[in-house]
């Protein structure tokens, strides 16, 4: 597991790098100062269809997902 926002924010850099034309509208994750946020949201506005960017997200998950998993058996 890792900070919620931590993680949304990468993957929103990752569509960027990717080209991906996007603008952040809205994020919102966590509300504590001292606790490590479990959820985060964004609403971006996009060029980009609605089905691509959830593919590329999607991948982007597992890319971060098998990363972790390595981190685990270190």
Do not use: H
């Not at 603008?23 to 946020?37: E, Y």
């Not at 506005?45 to 990363?67: D, F, H």
């Amino acid at each position: 597991k890792g900070n919620a926002n931590k993680l949304l924010a990468r993957i929103l850099k990752e569509l960027l790098n990717r080209g991906e034309k996007i603008d952040l509208v809205r994020i919102d994750g966590g509300t504590k100062d001292n606790a490590i946020c479990r959820e985060s949201v964004a609403i971006i506005a996009a060029v980009t269809s609605y089905e691509k960017l959830q593919k590329e997200t999607e991948e982007l998950k597992k890319k971060i997902a098998v990363e972790f998993e390595a981190a685990i058996r270190i």
